[in-house]
């Protein structure tokens, strides 16, 4: 009954179709027990072949050294990093989802935020990789811990924000981790206890860790979702932020930017949801969950994405403004020579990040264009790209001119084996979420379930009808 | 390992479950567990359980995560290896704030999440008796433990009455043993010895 407070008996139903609770876990449990269909087998096979040519390309990196990127003195951080953080922001939706609509008592996170967290574990690995891989020498990356060593008092600078990005990206990667495997402990029970097979009912019963059901158990497991959903929400901020400190903290001309650290995460926002969006219309379609992924969950994050492309916006013409306005030369010429200006070498970016990140989303105003899913898959695409640009945009630009145009370089262009390590992670990010999608439930059952009679079809069908023949009884029984 | 004796009422609407605990509980009825393919608002306190304290041992472990943080910077900076970096000071408070946050909330997560799998006995390899086999798909289950004065017929006939969709009496182990989920349940007896 609580959730009736919650709920309007205009806004479509999340649950479509009158399901029962049997059906719901038949339903989001059937493409497990099933072989997957063709569309799951293709996109498993691309993945891999991606994720195979992104191994080959790291080994090349670790075998003979850094050179084999396109770095040079100038552009010391080129495509690597600029994935990295575009990886770290992709990773952002899913905690986002989770934790802060979970706060926000939003009823339509049910149905996206597993496959949402899942996300946010596979993009973060994928982020983790390239500051590793950076460093040239993979094998001394653990001197990045502060840990009583063997060679004397030697410690990782804690007043840098680089190693504050490792301590933020491996604790977000925990959290992310601990709320995903928390919340999916019921779901793998339910997969185990209607397993038929001897090693499907041995692997989800170790999975599961027992899990029975228990009102205790619900008791406790609602207040740990609740207090991580408190922890992880300004968890979330905190490592964008940080990572915006790698570039703010600095003092290159077009980073050394008070306004980075709500731009990042309003960035992360928007390029993470694009990237649900994406995958949610693919998963929807190959695992037939159009009933708990309705037009109405997408046209929600679509919202989110106007938002948040707004915002951008608003950030991008404030650095144009205070370029301006302060009056630094160094500033202005990194704004109005090198970026917002098409006929500068790397020009081209900053007009894709415009068009792609603060343009194009404007077409989420027209709620026709919002609950089109064609629009909708090319629209996160674009986003992602658009992304991509700015992360670009803000490495690349900034660094290949800097104070002394002595230092200057002429161009950069990735290698084939920079390239190559990021198509590998998108291999990664996919094969892994190929797999999750296969052999774990990428809805929560036990959330949908909950919501399922106050959110479902029935409900807004009874709802209405008792509104419309005992009006004084829906006042009673529904509007308090 | 001692067995039991347990009434287990099925219910398939939670709408049933509520006024059923509470008659069981003013009967005077020692309900062992209600089980629920998910979280039903509200049960816990219709059972009379008290609030959890895992909160409490989240803002410790936080408080621990923080003082670990604080502690340990500050000891490496101005005490162990104090050097100067960017002309900040060695106790450089604004620049410890990132590190002290992180691990607050690492503590505070990693600690109430080994807490909660230890208050609930959750672990690979930890296995119970499931009282009904839907207990986790569609079925809320309320056990009652019998104790050498229930009237089990009583109880088993008053129960039928409450819009339940099967009662039956089992034996099984109350408690958590380690085992595999494939494996029968060795320890319990597992027969039902009486389906009404």
Same mark, same amino acid.
């Given at each position: 009954?609580?959730?009736?407070?919650?709920?309007?008996?205009?806004?479509?139903?999340?649950?479509?179709?009158?399901?029962?609770?049997?059906?719901?876990?038949?339903?989001?449990?059937?493409?497990?027990?099933?072989?997957?269909?063709?569309?799951? +087998?293709?996109?498993?096979?691309?993945?891999?072949?991606?994720?195979?040519?992104?191994?080959?390309?790291?080994?090349?990196?670790?075998?003979?050294?850094?050179?084999?990127?396109?770095?040079?003195?100038?552009q010391g951080w080129g495509w690597d990093i600029t994935n990295f953080v575009w990886w770290v922001g992709i990773g952002h939706a899913g905690t986002l989802i989770s934790a802060i609509l979970l706060l926000f008592r939003q009823g339509w996170r049910t149905g996206v935020n597993r496959a949402a967290e899942a996300m946010t574990i596979f993009a973060v690995m994928c982020a983790g990789q390239f500051p590793v891989f950076h460093m040239g020498r993979v094998w001394d990356a653990f001197f990045i811990f502060p840990y009583p060593n063997s060679r004397g008092s030697l410690w990782p600078n804690f007043d840098s924000?680089?190693?504050?990005?490792?301590?933020?990206?491996?604790?977000?990667?925990?959290?992310?981790?601990?709320?995903?495997?928390?919340?999916?402990?019921?779901?793998?029970?339910?997969?185990?206890? @209607?397993?038929?097979?001897?090693?499907?009912?041995?692997? +989800?019963?170790?999975?599961?860790?027992?899990?029975?059901?228990?009102?205790?158990?619900?008791? @406790?497991?609602?207040?740990?979702?609740?207090?991580? *959903?408190?922890?992880?929400?300004?968890?979330?901020?905190?490592?964008?932020?940080?990572?915006?400190?790698?570039?703010?903290?600095?003092?290159?001309?077009?980073?050394?930017?008070?306004?980075?650290?709500?731009y990042f995460v309003a960035g992360a926002v928007f390029s993470g949801f694009a990237m649900v969006n994406s995958l949610l219309l693919v998963v929807r379609k190959m695992m037939n969950l159009q009933d708990y992924i309705t037009i109405g969950h997408i046209e929600a994050m679509n919202k989110v994405?106007?938002?948040?492309?707004?915002?951008?916006?608003?950030?991008?013409?404030?650095?144009?403004?205070?370029?301006?306005?302060?009056?630094?030369?160094?500033?202005?010429?990194?704004?109005?020579?090198? @970026?917002?200006?098409?006929?500068?070498?790397?020009?081209?970016?900053?007009?894709?990040?415009?068009?792609?990140?603060?343009?194009?989303?404007?077409?989420?105003?027209?709620?026709?264009?919002? @609950?089109?899913?064609?629009?909708?898959? &090319?629209?996160?695409?674009v986003v992602n790209?658009?992304?991509?640009?700015?992360?670009?945009?803000?490495?690349?630009?900034?660094?290949?001119?800097? +104070?002394?145009?002595?230092?200057?370089?002429?161009?950069?262009?990735?290698?084939?084996?920079?390239?190559?390590?990021?198509?590998?992670? &998108?291999?990664?990010?996919?094969?892994?979420?190929?797999?999750?999608?296969?052999?774990?439930?990428?809805?929560?059952?036990?959330?949908?379930?909950?919501?399922?009679?106050?959110? =479902?079809?029935?409900?807004?069908?009874?709802?209405?009808?008792?509104?419309?023949?005992?009006?004084?009884?829906?006042?009673?029984?529904? *509007?308090? | 390992m001692a067995k039991k004796k347990f009434v287990v009422a099925s219910f398939d609407e939670e709408a049933n479950l509520f006024p059923a605990v509470k008659d069981v509980r003013t009967a005077g009825y020692k309900i062992h567990d209600v089980y629920t393919p998910f979280?039903?608002?509200?049960?816990?306190?219709?059972?009379?359980?008290?609030?959890?304290?895992?909160?409490?041992?989240?803002?410790?472990? =936080?408080?621990?995560?923080?003082?670990?943080?604080?502690?340990?910077m500050s000891w490496v900076f101005v005490s162990d290896w104090p050097q100067i970096y960017d002309g900040k000071p060695h106790f450089a408070?604004?620049?410890?704030?990132?590190?002290?946050?992180?691990?607050?909330v690492l503590f505070a997560s990693v600690g109430m999440v080994y807490t909660f799998c230890w208050l609930c006995q959750l672990a690979p390899f930890v296995k119970k008796h499931l009282f009904h086999p839907r207990q986790t798909d569609d079925i809320f289950a309320m056990v009652i433990e019998c104790t050498p004065t229930t009237n089990v017929e009583e109880l088993v006939d008053s129960l039928k009455s409450k819009g339940t969709v099967g009662v039956e009496v089992q034996e099984a182990e109350a408690d958590w043993w380690w085992g595999r989920w494939d494996k029968s349940q060795q320890i319990i007896n597992d027969n039902v010895i009486e389906v009404l």
């Open positions: 009954m609580s959730l009736f407070k919650y709920e309007s008996e205009l806004r479509e139903p999340l649950v479509k179709g009158s399901k029962t609770y049997h059906q719901i876990t038949e339903d989001i449990v059937a493409p497990i027990e099933v072989k997957p269909g063709k569309l799951w +087998y293709i996109g498993f096979y691309i993945a891999v072949c991606m994720l195979l040519f992104g191994v080959f390309s790291v080994y090349e990196e670790v075998v003979y050294g850094i050179g084999q990127w396109n770095l040079n003195k100038t924000p680089l190693l504050w990005d490792v301590f933020a990206i491996s604790t977000y990667f925990t959290v992310s981790v601990l709320f995903w495997y928390t919340g999916l402990l019921p779901d793998l029970a339910t997969v185990r206890d @209607r397993a038929k097979t001897k090693l499907r009912k041995l692997l +989800y019963g170790i999975a599961s860790f027992g899990w029975t059901g228990s009102t205790k158990h619900w008791q @406790r497991h609602e207040a740990l979702s609740l207090v991580l *959903a408190g922890l992880a929400t300004p968890l979330v901020l905190s490592v964008h932020t940080i990572v915006s400190f790698d570039f703010a903290t600095s003092v290159i001309p077009g980073w050394h930017t008070t306004i980075f650290p709500p994405i106007v938002l948040t492309g707004s915002i951008v916006g608003v950030a991008y013409l404030s650095e144009l403004f205070v370029a301006w306005y302060s009056g630094n030369k160094y500033e202005a010429y990194a704004f109005f020579y090198t @970026r917002a200006n098409i006929y500068s070498t790397l020009g081209w970016s900053y007009v894709g990040m415009i068009g792609c990140n603060v343009l194009s989303p404007q077409i989420f105003w027209f709620r026709k264009m919002r @609950r089109n899913l064609a629009v909708t898959f &090319f629209m996160s695409v790209i658009g992304m991509w640009f700015e992360r670009f945009v803000i490495i690349a630009t900034s660094i290949y001119r800097d +104070y002394l145009p002595s230092a200057w370089s002429v161009y950069y262009s990735p290698s084939i084996w920079e390239l190559g390590f990021y198509i590998g992670t &998108f291999g990664l990010f996919f094969t892994c979420f190929f797999l999750f999608s296969k052999y774990f439930p990428v809805i929560a059952i036990a959330e949908i379930k909950s919501i399922a009679k106050t959110s =479902g079809d029935n409900h807004k069908l009874n709802v209405a009808h008792v509104e419309a023949e005992e009006p004084e009884a829906f006042a009673h029984e529904y *509007a308090h | 979280p039903v608002h509200g049960l816990d306190k219709a059972m009379g359980l008290r609030e959890t304290s895992l909160h409490t041992a989240g803002f410790i472990y =936080g408080i621990i995560g923080t003082a670990t943080a604080l502690g340990g408070l604004p620049a410890f704030i990132p590190i002290t946050f992180e691990l607050t």
